[in-house]
T-cell receptor, first 109, second 111 residues
């Protein structure tokens, strides 16, 4: 059974600090997605990683994919309050998307 | 473009009632899907479709039916509502291997 595990599940960090969220998955997949969800809102696509070694950056967020290790990371640089949200990773090795449980990020002044 | 439109936004059902959650997209996406989101959990895939006339089961399909007669529409039917189906339901659409566009969600309560 495909499992997608994120850690940490909860992350409280100060503004200006760096941190990394990890996403491990249990079966082969060349595609990995990162999404953001604000409280009470829908999900927004952040990154689509389509091959081993893929790296994408948008603002203070950078995502990478290591398909051999079945690991993706979402790195946060110099966090700001606006990044407070829940971040989900997801994989779809056979067309059926599986999500991690999410990392709830709180950035404090 | 409206994107992905879900209706209704809120619904209360009695146990045993049936209903249909509507989902429509205007982006000509082939892939559409339905998820449920429960507190403290990620999204779980209920059913998905890779094109008109083609549907498949996801991780948690029991108690739900779908059909895809057009590219634009992908309704989700609850056959006989149960309290365990209380959840927030999201519809999404995408091109292959691209990030999904999500609707605003339907908050369903079954009493």
């Amino acid at each position: 059974e495909l499992k997608v595990e994120q850690n940490p599940l909860f992350l409280s960090m100060q503004e200006g600090k760096n941190y990394t969220i990890y996403c491990n998955y249990s079966t082969t997949s060349d595609r990995l997605y990162w999404y953001r969800q604000d409280p009470g809102k829908s999900l927004e696509s952040l990154f689509v990683l389509l091959s081993n070694g893929a790296v994408k950056q948008e603002g203070r967020l950078m995502a990478s994919l290591d398909t051999k290790a079945r690991l993706s990371t979402l790195h946060i640089t110099a966090a700001v309050h606006d990044l407070s949200a829940t971040y989900f990773c997801a994989v779809d090795p056979a067309g059926d998307m599986r999500f991690g449980a999410g990392t709830r990020l709180t950035v404090k002044p | 473009n409206a994107g992905v439109t879900q209706t209704p936004k809120f619904q209360v059902l009695k146990t045993g009632q049936s209903m249909t959650l509507q989902c429509a997209q205007d982006m000509n996406h082939e892939y559409m899907s339905w998820y449920r989101q429960d507190p403290g959990m990620g999204l779980r895939l209920i059913h998905y479709s890779v094109g008109a006339g083609i549907t498949d089961q996801g991780e948690v399909p029991n108690g739900y039916n779908v059909s895809r007669s057009t590219t634009e529409d992908f309704p989700l039917r609850l056959l006989s509502a149960a309290p365990s189906q209380t959840s927030v339901y999201f519809c999404a659409s995408s091109y292959p291997s691209s990030g999904e566009f999500f609707g605003q969600g339907t908050r369903l309560t079954v009493v």
